[in-house]
């Protein structure tokens, strides 16, 4: 079978590898990058540290307004399909790449694959909700990360061809922890003892781009009185110098990592805050307690296991729950078992692909 996957964005290179790898083992997979990522440290570097195989095809996008970017992968993934002619098409995620490349397939009638399909944070002023939405209404089959988007795909009356597999992110965390631990000197680069610091992340629209959520963000962080590690999206980093934002001397400001410096900052944090998925995520991997920098999340089972507190951007409950927050001893294993990529080649290559899947009503 000939399979184009399409990746875009950080989070979508390091879910690639594990796919690609067992992939690779019987299919022909042709990887188009769509350029919506491109400094090093948001691209290359997770193609080094990896072993990524190098992109067949590389879109180079760039940034732009949501109509401006996703036109452009519209507009060049389509050349591609056309001149590649796939089987499938993989997407992954929610991000403007996931959204064109499932339109782009479906409109050539080739059958789309969604990974990570079925996560919902019912919030439609997410860009991110928006894209997995018409993902999922466009694709033929759909690899769930946990139950809950099983289920959520149900309630939407997709029932055909969806498996829970577990989550990519596990396998390629898994697979990496050990050479990360090898490999990585960040916490001397950065003179920190383990426990001694926590992590932060922030990227999402919502919160750089309404100046008196990053304002809270800010204030919350520099009043916490401990050592905040925080790698600094590009998004964040504008959005932040625009504000004039002035931390306080326990957060330290770094530019982003590679996926090794990030593992081994995750392993030793005291605690993660976060507003990514993947990170809220990974934090459940290494046992971190985490405190989510929003107000909804599609990784409920994470709060509900009592790993992950939704701490929206009130300064208050987010220093009281920095200092408090305490999960539970045990932990269910949602996002399986580590195997999710050798899942899907396999039933990959076991299932009649067709396009345009009935629905059936919920
Ligand atoms: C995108 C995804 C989001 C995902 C995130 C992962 C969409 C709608 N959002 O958000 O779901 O969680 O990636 O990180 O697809 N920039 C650079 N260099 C880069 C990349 C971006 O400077 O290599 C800056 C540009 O100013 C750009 C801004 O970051 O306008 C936002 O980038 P974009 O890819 O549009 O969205 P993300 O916020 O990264
Ligand atoms: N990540 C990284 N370096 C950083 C920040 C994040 O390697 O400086 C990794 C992180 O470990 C996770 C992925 O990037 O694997 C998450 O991507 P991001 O937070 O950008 O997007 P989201 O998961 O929210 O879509």
């Known amino acids: 079978m000939k399979i184009i996957s399409v990746v875009g964005a950080r989070p979508e290179f390091i879910q690639a590898t594990p796919v690609s790898r067992a992939l690779r083992k019987h299919h022909r997979e042709i990887l188009v990058h769509t350029g919506q990522h491109y400094d090093y440290k948001m691209s290359q570097t997770f193609f080094d540290e990896l072993g990524i195989p190098a992109p067949d095809h590389n879109l180079e996008v760039g940034s732009g307004s949501h109509a401006g970017q996703t036109a452009e992968i519209l507009v060049r993934f389509e050349e591609i399909v056309l001149q590649e002619q796939p089987d499938v098409v993989i997407v992954r995620g929610d991000t403007n790449s996931t959204l064109a490349g499932a339109l782009v397939a479906s409109k050539l009638h080739i059958p789309t694959v969604h990974i990570e399909a079925g996560e919902r944070s019912f919030d439609r002023r997410m860009p991110e909700e928006i894209n997995r939405l018409v993902a999922d209404q466009l694709s033929s089959v759909y690899f769930c990360v946990s139950q809950t988007a099983v289920r959520q795909l149900a309630n939407e009356g997709i029932t055909k061809n969806v498996y829970w597999v577990g989550d990519v992110m596990l396998d390629a965390n898994l ?188």
């Open 175 to 362: 697979a990496n922890r050990p050479l990360a631990r090898k490999k990585s000197t960040i916490l001397s680069d950065l003179r920190l003892a383990p426990a001694s610091y926590s992590l932060v992340t922030v990227h999402r629209a919502a919160n750089t781009d309404d100046p008196a959520r990053l304002t809270n963000i800010v204030r919350a962080l520099s009043r916490v009185g401990e050592t905040v590690i925080f790698p600094v999206h590009p998004r964040t980093r504008g959005a932040l110098e625009k504000l004039d934002a002035q931390f306080g001397d326990n957060v330290r400001l770094i530019e982003p990592v590679g996926y090794y410096d990030m593992m081994v900052l995750e392993e030793n944090a005291r605690l993660i805050a976060t507003d990514s998925g993947g990170v809220q995520r990974e934090a459940y991997f290494m046992q971190k307690p985490c405190l989510t920098l929003r107000d909804e999340t599609e990784w409920t089972e994470t709060v509900t296991a009592g790993w992950n507190k939704l701490v929206g951007v009130d300064v208050d409950m987010i220093v009281h729950e920095w200092n408090s927050f305490m999960p539970p001893s045990v932990q269910p294993p949602i996002f399986g078992d580590g195997a999710a990529g050798e899942k899907i080649a396999e039933i990959l290559g076991q299932i009649q692909l067709s396009v345009h899947e009935e629905r059936v009503a919920a």
